[in-house]
């Protein structure tokens, strides 16, 4: 009995252990896309993407798999990179690029399409030069997307406003969110989605550099640059705000969509992903325009957000599942396949031939809010400064400047210890992160 | 009763699971979390590389960290106090005879069925700075509504009551137990001799719960200092600046953000020893007053 017993508890352990995928069915080559793409972006994904592939290619099932926030994807990927069982391809976000590139666990796009398989030359300028570092294009662009206002209307009109005028400077959103807050339209003025990022946005905007190497991108990055005056100028004129109540600070991410979907600020500057998301959950008409400007200040542009694929190496692909990347890689490169993702979304149809193609079916006179991110980013000069930065644990990065941001606001410091003290702490990051990978 | 086993290799393996789950998932990361303490990892190949006291250095002369402790400290004592007052207080209401009064005690072990994401959730509705009931109610009477997510103070307040509130229903479910335990001869002894409620609970009641208070006061202490990264996860992330940074959130933010893994090893062995002194201190000069009958 005893031998049995053990044997037994031995049998066990093991099934526990063998993943379900060992036993699997034969004949179809699977490739794993591991996602963070959450609210109406996971059906799009799922049922948009993954079915449409998988019907045109039977011989390719494509699984894809949502694994949390971004942070938590990237967690999850490197976790299994180090098991030596990563998914084949993982889509990181913006941040994340210069932690892939030197993480010695990719394919580069360019290294894996062969020349004239897709054309690169057809992708939006700014979404292929975000991606593309000293010649290399890393990265499948997949999800762009940049910040921009949105304005409820209805306030703007109780306001006594032109709701067809949205502020144009910070001057004019000052001016009139005091005017909405007098009239008693809304509590606040103004809030900001993902906090951090808006402010490398209006560096970008203004064609100031972030950190130094041209914002990483000439090379790595050792220091960044938002203590300078302009950073210190930024930051006054956010606190300026936060202290008379037109700035609503509404949290990290996606949480402000809460202040300004119910009607509590009269704008919010967010992400374009959430066109679709925030349009679908106003009972007001949204109205959304560019970013404001700095009155004085030079021209610049917006920057890419948002994130790509990444084909993950493992222990060796096999040539069947590299033509299968390659398949999907083509497939989402399609302008129907394109122009259906930025329908379901409101990122960038990152294709001038999707552009086209939108276009054509009229998606943009009917859609106004959907096209206001691309104007945005193709107005203003191609420069160091708007091609993006590139730093070193950048995920940390942005957690520091969230805090200074935070400090800024609730007014806990002034705004030129809070990105002094930032700066100084992200700098030491970069400066561990330069000694990790040499 | 004294059963024998027949030969010496049944018991063995008879512990052997155990002895294999406590292996795996609790004796060899933690050696892994030691040795990784003093590296320097890089994360995509778990190469470390050895760098000595480093890390700790880093995180001892490192403010962040210093605050991330002080948080902690004032979360967990805070915390403790007040789930372990109101526990108390609701335990004596709950030993009455009312009718109904099963549904009572229900309703108060309630919230610690709740996941920590449901619990967190919850609160941080309630507490919504510009949608929340609780924001809307005080505008309603006040006619003010602190942003809660803007003010350290108030966030911290915030979190410091959810977790007390999660804790509640475990506490009260002890403190139930040890009342009932209590003779009830003693308090009407006391009565008779003339004493007023408030002293034959002092006198009689409170020194004859104090093991169950005392047990309640370590794994109180546990659960503040360990458990709460989802509550606070999900209500603040650690902000607004930082001001409900407590410990273990700071280990997530390096370890599982900034997948900085050296210098998060670094932080669960200090943490280790942290509450291993923790409750050492406790049975030497808590333990002391206890009153076991």
């Known amino acids: ?438 | 009763m004294e059963g024998r086993f027949p030969d010496r290799v049944l018991p063995y393996v008879l512990v052997a699971p155990s002895i294999i789950v406590v292996l795996l998932f609790l004796l060899i990361p933690s050696g892994e979390a030691l040795w990784q303490s003093l590296s320097r990892v890089n994360p995509f190949t778990g190469q470390a590389t050895f760098v000595g006291l480093h890390n700790f250095i880093v995180l001892l002369s490192s403010e962040e960290y210093r605050h991330s402790a002080g948080v902690s400290v004032v979360f967990t004592a805070a915390t403790v106090a007040l789930s372990l007052s109101t526990a108390l207080a609701m335990a004596l209401l709950a030993n009455q005879r009312l009718r109904g009064i099963g549904l009572y005690r229900v309703a108060l072990i309630w919230p610690y069925a709740l996941s920590p994401a449901v619990a967190g959730t919850i609160w941080a509705l309630l507490f919504e700075p510009s949608t929340g009931i609780v924001t809307f109610l005080l505008r309603a009477t006040v006619g003010v509504a602190p942003n809660w997510m803007m003010n350290g103070r108030l966030a911290l307040l915030v979190v410091i009551v959810a977790a007390a509130w999660k804790l509640l229903g475990y506490n009260v479910v002890f403190f139930l137990a040890g009342l009932q335990a209590v003779p009830e001869e003693l308090s009407e002894a006391a009565a008779v001799d003339g004493a007023p409620p408030w002293r034959r609970f002092w006198a009689v009641t409170f020194p004859l719960l104090s093991p169950v208070t005392f047990f309640l006061l370590i794994t109180n202490s546990l659960y503040a200092f360990f458990e709460v990264f989802g509550l606070i996860d999900v209500i603040t992330q650690g902000g607004p600046a930082r001001a409900t940074d407590v410990l273990v959130y700071k280990l997530y933010r390096d370890g599982f953000v900034s997948i900085n893994w050296g210098l998060a090893s670094a932080q669960s062995v200090l943490l280790f020893v942290l509450v291993a002194a923790l409750t050492i201190l406790q049975f030497r000069y808590a333990g002391r007053r206890v009153f076991y009958s």
Request: net charge positive; no cysteine; glycine share 10%.
């Open chain 1, 1 to 438: 009995m005893r031998r049995y017993g053990v044997a037994v508890t031995l049998i066990v352990v093991f099934a526990l252990v063998i993943p379900g995928g060992w036993v699997q069915a034969q004949g179809t080559v699977k490739i794993t896309l591991w996602h963070a793409m959450g609210g109406a972006r996971y059906e799009a994904i799922t049922k948009g993407i993954a079915e449409g592939f998988n019907r045109t290619y039977p011989s390719y099932t494509l699984e894809p798999l949502f694994t949390g926030s971004y942070a938590e994807t990237l967690t999850k990927a490197i976790a299994a990179i180090r098991a030596g069982n990563p998914p084949h391809i993982v889509q990181v976000y913006e941040v994340g690029t210069q932690t892939m590139i030197d993480s010695g666990a990719i394919i580069p796009v360019t290294d894996l399409v062969k020349p004239g398989e897709i054309n690169f030359n057809d992708y939006i300028d700014p979404i292929l030069k975000y991606y593309t570092v000293r010649g290399k294009l890393y990265s499948m662009p997949f999800n762009s997307s940049t910040a921009i206002l949105y304005y409820n209307k209805d306030i703007f009109r109780k306001a006594g406003l032109d709701p067809d005028r949205p502020p144009q400077t910070f001057d004019e959103l000052e001016q009139m969110g005091r005017q909405i807050i007098r009239s008693g339209a809304a509590r606040g003025a103004v809030t900001l989605g993902w906090p951090a990022w808006i402010f490398e946005q209006m560096f970008a905007y203004h064609n100031k550099l972030y950190a130094n190497n041209e914002n990483g991108r000439t090379a790595r990055a050792t220091k960044v640059l938002f203590d300078q005056p302009f950073g210190v100028y930024l930051a006054s004129r956010w606190a300026a705000w936060a202290k008379e109540g037109l700035l609503v600070y509404g949290g990290r991410e996606y949480a402000p969509n809460r202040a300004f979907l119910a009607g509590e600020v009269a704008m919010l500057m967010q992400s374009t992903s959430q066109v679709s998301t925030i349009e679908r959950g106003a009972q007001f008409a949204v109205g959304t325009a560019f970013l404001p400007r700095i009155p004085g200040q030079p021209r610049g542009k917006s920057v890419i957000g948002g994130a790509s694929l990444w084909v993950l190496k493992g222990r060796g692909r096999s040539p069947a599942e590299l033509a299968a990347i390659v398949a999907l890689f083509k497939y989402l490169n399609q302008p129907q396949q394109t122009a259906q993702w930025h329908k379901d979304t409101g990122y960038f149809p990152a294709t001038q031939s999707a552009v086209k193609l939108l276009e054509a079916e009229g998606w943009f006179a009917t859609h106004p809010n959907f096209l206001t991110a691309f104007k945005q980013i193709q107005t203003g000069p191609d420069t160091g400064a708007t091609r993006g930065v590139l730093l070193g644990n950048f995920v940390q990065i942005r957690d520091i400047t969230d805090t200074m941001l935070e400090r800024v606001f609730s007014g806990r410091m002034t705004p030129a210890d809070a990105v002094r003290v930032g700066a100084e702490e992200a700098n030491k990051v970069l400066t561990e992160y330069n000694q990790a990978y040499k």
